[in-house]
């Protein structure tokens, strides 16, 4: 019985938790009608959600590529098939690694930034003081942060996706002796946009609205204190994970499947 009261017991606090995200997400796109007079906030939550995170984006996407240049060389020479490899670097990349990965890296830093950012402002009392003052802390704190987000993660994906076809050339080109006008033809002749690039971007669409509210609702829901938000940081980059290889499942199953 103790067993049964317990997962019970889970189940109903993953539906409140569900519940409470739709409902802030709600608020968010309720109040997102002044984001157009907050330009400045937004633009400067890009710079602090995106431009900041463009360097460990590039950096892992290159040594990702690399990897998939490496061994998908080693893996295609044994079939004589090393010719496709462009294309099949660049396939993994734009419909699953590249927007995967650079959701989760997104989630890891600028996501946990951002919640230790608004949990902080809650625990010295500026979200109070903000409803004393007669201004929507949702409409001036969270909705610049959402919107920064699921402007950058997009930029992101396509950030690494190119960094990852350069590590996979530099290795199957340069080092390996791969011609190079058929690892570009292959891929110019396969990848399609409708259908590998587009749906890419949409993933990391999707992702960045996920990873974004996580970040925002864990911070503007925890426990004003030193603990609460190191806690909630934790959330942030566990739960993010998660929801977006969850969500990776079903669009790709929706997407890429006939």
């Known amino acids: 019985m103790n067993f049964i009261r317990t997962i019970g017991a889970k189940t109903l606090d993953f539906i409140r938790a569900l519940g409470s995200v739709c409902l802030f997400l709600g608020q968010t796109l309720a109040q997102s009608g002044t984001a157009p007079t907050r330009g400045r906030l937004t633009l400067r939550q890009v710079y602090f959600a995106g431009v900041l995170s463009m360097l460990i984006v590039a950096v892992s996407g290159l040594f990702v590529g690399m990897v998939l240049g490496l061994q998908g060389y080693t893996q295609l020479a044994k079939f004589q098939s090393a010719d496709v490899l462009g294309y099949m670097v660049a396939a993994s990349l734009l419909r699953e690694l590249g927007p995967v990965l650079a959701a989760i890296l997104f989630a890891s830093s600028a996501g946990g930034a951002m919640t230790s950012e608004i949990g902080l402002m809650k625990t ?31 930029l992101l994906a396509s950030i690494f996706n190119v960094a990852g076809v350069y590590g996979a050339y530099l290795i199957g080109v340069q080092w390996l002796g791969l011609d190079s006008g058929i690892f570009w033809s292959q891929m110019q002749s396969n990848i399609s946009f409708d259908y590998d690039v587009l749906n890419g971007l949409i993933k990391s669409a999707v992702f960045g609205v996920a990873v974004t509210l996580i970040a925002v609702h864990q911070g503007f829901h925890c426990v004003p204190t030193s603990e609460g938000i190191l806690r909630a940081s934790t959330r942030t980059v566990v739960s993010s994970a998660l929801t977006v290889l969850a969500l990776d499942f079903i669009l790709t199953a929706l997407m890429f499947t006939e």
């Open 124 to 154: 010295t009392e500026q979200l109070e003081a903000m409803n004393v003052m007669a201004v929507n802390p949702v409409a001036r704190v969270v909705v610049p942060r959402f919107w920064a987000g699921v402007l950058s993660m997009p």
